[in-house]
């Protein structure tokens, strides 16, 4: 008996740990190529006024409205996923400040990074019309971030701002995404749909389409499209899920004429689950 668990014990230690990364070094990591992403993250990380507002608009979200999460939390996964989404994009489609010629591939990932972390941030003051006070508010912090990023390039800093500025205003549908940036910042809010971000509202009593549905699904996967540039598929437990895709994501993809021709978008099924659906489902 001791033989063998010493043998046991051996194969546990030659076993590698695997590290459990916070979603914070996760995101860290995710943008750890990108040099002006990594600057800009570490600003926002330590800026008193950017973590209090996100505070506040969890604050306005769950504890006054009942809705999800719309704090730091959603600010870290929306980014993250912004950031590849745009990775993917990009192997087919050029950003507009790339078209345009008045900004780098790099340039663009940032205009996505800091427009999918500060998107909501305009909570603190509603939730009707939190896209224009969201651009109010962000535009001293993306006025002193975009300096440290840019420090000798005053031109760069107003090119950048304008398109964050868009990106934000633009990321509810309140208006029609005009850059693909704008677009890809939109559809990564609209990815932030798991179970996870709904539990918070539905274990305390709001229970509606919209908590059922969310709690319905179990991931998302980007990764690179079959007929089009980009997949995204949206793994669900529930029938149910298909109200959040088609609600959120499927509008914010559709609203966006430029990403429609390139993102491919499946409902899918878990293989675990009984359902009264085949196991893939096309929705765009």
């Known amino acids: 008996m001791k033989q063998i668990n010493r043998r046991e014990g051996a194969k546990q230690m030659a076993k590698p740990q695997r590290q459990r990364f916070s979603l914070k070094s996760r ?21 008193v006024e950017v973590q209090t507002l996100l505070e506040d608009s969890n604050r306005m ?61 305009g909570m603190v003051v509603a939730r009707s019309n939190h896209d224009i006070f969201t651009v109010f508010l962000a535009t001293p912090i993306l006025d002193r971030i975009l300096a440290k990023v840019y420090p000798n390039d005053a031109h760069k800093q107003v090119h950048v701002r304008g ?14 995404p005009l850059t693909v940036e704008a677009g890809i910042v939109g559809i990564a809010d609209a990815l932030d749909m798991t179970k996870g971000r709904a539990r918070i509202p539905f274990e305390a009593g709001s229970v509606n389409i919209h908590s059922a ?10 990764r690179k499209g079959e007929e089009k540039t980009v997949r995204i598929e949206v793994i669900m437990t529930n029938a149910s899920g298909i109200f959040q895709i088609q609600e959120l994501l499927e509008k914010k993809i559709r609203s966006s004429p430029a990403l429609q021709e390139h993102i491919e978008l499946y409902a899918v099924m878990s293989a675990n689950e009984d359902s ?9």
């Not at 398109?163 to 029609?176: G, R, V």
């Open 213 to 222: 549905s969310a709690m319905a699904i179990e991931r998302v996967n980007i």
């Open 163 to 176: 398109h964050i500025q868009h990106a934000i205003y633009t990321h509810d549908i309140a208006a029609s």
């Open 276 to 284: 009264i659906l085949e196991d893939e489902l096309k929705v765009l």
């Open 61 to 121: 979200a769950i504890d006054r409205m009942g809705y999800s999460d719309h704090g730091h939390t959603h600010s870290l996964i929306v980014a993250q996923n912004g950031v590849r989404l745009f990775r993917a994009v990009v192997e087919g489609l050029q950003p507009s400040i790339v078209q345009e010629e008045t900004g780098t591939i790099q340039d663009a990932e940032l205009i996505v990074f800091l427009g999918c972390y500060l998107h909501d941030i």
């Open 27 to 47: 995101v860290r990591k995710e943008i750890g190529k990108n040099e002006l992403c990594a600057i800009a993250f570490d600003e926002l990380e330590k800026d």
